[in-house]
């Protein structure tokens, strides 16, 4: 899922040609890797999308979908509220879900709901040690406060272990940059459902037939993703 909270009044997402989302149950198919590091403590508390989980794309001033005639393909609904300007619809082929930008009562309950769990993520403890993402490394649950780098903060591969039941939160400082080509994968039976990225600023996804993110983006201004990347949301 991409989102971007109404904490912030102008917000918009932008999708580059051939930007893919996912939905996946989690029975489906993980990335794997050769290299598992120690868990580290785990996240306590279940984070609740409520009315906002049934989104692919929930936004709060605009939706940008670029590139041509069904080249972005969602699953899952989308959705921008209190302004309700989606551009480039036609370049979006939905595997299901709708823009469902106009059903204002509902939106306004889906950003409620989502605006809640802007602020549950952010009240979470701390409980990883590490500050930055360093590449091929592999991470277990918990709660990681992340200190953002200006030029990007994944620029290979980062790895997240654990099982069905594992929560991964990270709490971005300022601004979320993943580079061309990094990959964000899951392993040991995590889902993305559990992974969640809050971010204070913007979040700018990387582009690349090969650039895979993996979770929940929560992110205060605005949101980017690249041309040909995937997300994989709920």
């Known amino acids: 899922i991409i989102y971007t909270s109404s904490i912030v009044g102008s917000l918009a997402v932008a999708l580059q040609m051939n930007g893919t989302f996912k939905m996946r149950t ?8 050769a290299a598992v590091a120690a868990l580290q403590p785990q996240a306590k508390a279940q984070i609740t999308l409520g009315d906002a989980s049934g989104f692919a ?28 300007t989606v551009t480039g619809i036609e370049n979006i082929n939905f595997v299901t879900g709708a823009n469902r930008s106009s059903e204002t009562v509902f939106m306004a309950g889906a950003k409620s709901a989502l605006d809640t769990a802007y602020s549950a993520v952010g009240a979470q403890a701390t409980t990883g040690s590490e500050t930055a993402f360093a590449n091929g490394a ?16 994944i620029t290979g591969t980062l790895t997240l272990n654990g099982d069905s039941n594992a929560v991964f939160i990270f709490k971005m400082s300022s601004t979320l940059i993943t580079g061309s080509g990094s990959q964000v994968l899951l392993t040991g039976g995590a889902r993305f459902d559990n992974v969640f990225w809050r971010v204070a600023g913007a979040a700018t996804l990387g582009g690349g037939s090969s650039s895979v993110f993996e979770g929940n983006v929560l992110a205060s201004t605005a949101i980017t993703l690249g041309a040909d990347a995937t997300v994989h949301g709920r």
């Open 26 to 33: 989690k029975h489906s198919m993980l990335w794997a890797v």
């Open 57 to 84: 794309v929930l936004a709060g001033s605009a939706i940008t979908i670029n590139g041509t005639a069904l080249s972005t393909t969602i699953t899952g609904d989308i959705g921008s509220n209190p302004t309700a």
């Open 138 to 153: 592999t991470l277990g649950a918990g709660v990681y406060s992340i200190a953002s780098n200006a030029t990007a903060d």
